[in-house]
């Protein structure tokens, strides 16, 4: 919708995968979604824009290699891949399928943009995920180094902590290596944690976005929101050390505007890590028990034992420079963001309510 409404010509895919597997672990959106042809239309009516739209699985070559061929686009914001740590270990079927969506996924597209569509810019949605928490500062995808007195640059290390995080990294490998032989080029965004149910583009209920709340699906500050305004204790994980980067939707946006409309050169590929801040999530749960108590809602905080595995202390300290020499500028604090959550959300509280049962965690890392 924001590339749209820059004067972008839109092209939107996708098999409504994220729809399917929420409502197979029992969940839904807090915020209503309505069926694409709906969204669409509200987008139409609302903005005055067209965006076309092809539904079809990205692991189906044909269909990829099909739109590339056809359309030529200068860039793919490559966001079609299984997004979920725990659903990727509840089993071997869905770490299978994890692998299979987002490697096989990512492997046609770039196949296809070789034989079709060399020119094409990859925008690929990464994690900040892939490096995990090393005890040292963390680049922007590559380091120098020096060891046994010889000097090279090199990609950072990385230290996925699921199943889902690995086919990240293994992605990244891909495509880097693709870049090189192909002479692709690519920007591999390692996004922190998004945050929030609304950007300037949503000027109608009809146009929200998703907002999953539940223990598989929902982040930490999403389950955080949906557990004040339903009365339910805040339950940060552990010890409550983790600390990640975050970003808020409407910044996300802008960010990838930014990539998108400064592309790459031939043959190169680049990282952006994109957060705002980094926080803890014991601090999360405090901003989020502070904005509450100012709406009216006292919720306490609980440490439920972690199901992942993971350090819950730890030093954490990524760059995040490159964005900002594009222009990126934060919109909000988070304290306001949150403030816009929580007023979303409280107009569907039932929805939240009707699935409370699904938000305290069960799928444990070490089964």
């Known amino acids: 919708m924001h590339l749209a409404n820059r004067g972008h010509h839109v092209i939107g895919v996708d098999n409504f995968s994220r729809r399917k597997n929420v409502a197979e672990v029992g969940s839904w959106s807090a915020t209503p979604i309505g069926t694409m042809d709906e969204r ?36 793919i914001a490559h966001l079609g891949e299984q997004p979920c740590a725990p659903y990727s270990m509840i089993d ?49 995808g590559f380091f120098e180094i020096e060891y046994r007195g010889r000097k090279d640059k090199l990609p950072f290390p990385r230290f996925a902590g699921s ?21 692709l080029r690519s920007t591999d965004i390692m996004q922190g944690v998004v945050y ?19 223990e598989i699906w929902g982040t930490c500050i999403n389950r955080y929101c949906a557990q004040a305004i339903i009365g339910h204790p805040l339950t940060p994980y552990g010890l409550g050390g983790q600390t990640r980067g975050f970003i808020a939707l409407r910044d996300s946006i802008r960010c990838l505007t930014l990539a998108t409309e400064n592309p790459p050169d031939e043959s190169e590929y680049r990282v952006f ?12 749960a405090e901003k989020v028990q502070k904005v509450g108590k100012k709406r009216g ?17 730890h030093y954490y300290n990524p760059d ?18 949150l403030e816009i959550v929580f007023k979303d959300l409280e107009r569907f509280k039932d929805r939240i309510f009707a699935k409370k049962e699904r938000i305290m965690p069960t799928v444990c890392w070490r089964k």
């Open 320 to 337: 995040h420079e490159n964005l900002y020499k594009l222009g990126f500028k934060p919109a909000f604090s988070i304290e306001k963001e």
């Open 196 to 214: 929030g149910t609304r950007t300037d583009d949503m000027i109608d209920d009809r146009l929200l976005t998703r907002f999953d709340f539940d």
């Open 163 to 183: 199943w889902y995080h690995w086919t990240k990294v293994h992605d990244t490998g891909n495509i880097m290596f693709a870049c090189k032989i192909w002479s």
């Open 273 to 284: 890590n994109q957060f705002d801040e980094t926080y803890c999530v014991n601090d999360l």
């Open 92 to 140: 071997v079927e869905h770490c299978v399928y994890t692998m299979t969506n987002n490697i096989v996924g990512t492997l046609n597209i770039l196949y296809a943009m070789h034989e079709s569509s060399p020119n094409t810019h990859l925008l690929k949605l990464g994690t900040l995920g892939e490096y995990g928490t090393p005890n040292i500062d963390i680049p922007e």
């Open 40 to 75: 669409l239309s509200a987008f139409k009516e609302l903005h005055g824009t067209d965006i076309e739209f092809h539904e079809g699985d990205i692991r189906e070559y044909h269909f990829v290699k099909g739109l590339l061929t056809r359309y030529k686009p200068d860039t």
């Open 297 to 313: 809602y006292n919720v306490e905080v609980v440490h439920p034992d972690n199901p992942r595995v993971e350090a819950e202390e």
